[in-house]
């Protein structure tokens, strides 16, 4: 059974960076699409990036150029996170569906595309 667990999360000053990790185990299938959702208070749930056993991306406009995915073997997945500001504060979560593509829609939902997610890490901006 796949496991997803998230770290890394902490809290930064607008401007910083944050690295975001997710362990990944139980992944048998050889073609999967991982990828990052986050939740403020208040709001809705929305993909931030994802990346496919192809190795193409996806990300949200608002994160475009600031974040950046990445993934290491199948077991650990990334998410970069520079130039950050108040409006990047949320939940983190790691997310993964064991498909043959990423698709970019898939981040204007709200992740219930994704059969795997992790518990979740917190992330807070400072002004």
């Known amino acids: 059974q796949v496991q997803l667990a998230e770290s890394g999360g902490g809290s930064a000053q607008a401007g910083g960076s944050l690295r975001l990790s997710c362990a990944v185990s139980?992944?048998?299938?050889?073609?999967?699409?991982m990828g990052w959702f986050r939740q403020a208070p208040g709001k809705k749930r929305e993909g931030v990036a994802s990346?496919?056993?192809?190795?193409?991306t996806n990300y949200a406009n608002s994160v475009k150029g600031r974040f950046t995915i990445s993934e290491d073997t199948q077991t650990n997945l990334y998410l970069q996170m520079n130039d950050l500001t108040p409006a990047d504060t949320a939940m983190y979560y790691c997310?993964?569906?064991?498909?043959?593509?990423?698709?970019?829609?898939?981040?204007?939902?709200?992740?219930?595309?994704?059969?795997?997610w992790g518990q979740g890490t917190q992330v807070t901006v400072f002004p």
């Open positions: 997310v993964l569906v064991e498909r043959n593509y990423c698709f970019s829609w898939q981040l204007s939902g709200d992740g219930t595309d994704f059969k795997h």
């Open positions: 139980g992944l048998t299938a050889d073609y999967w699409c």
């Open positions: 990346l496919d056993s192809d190795r193409d």
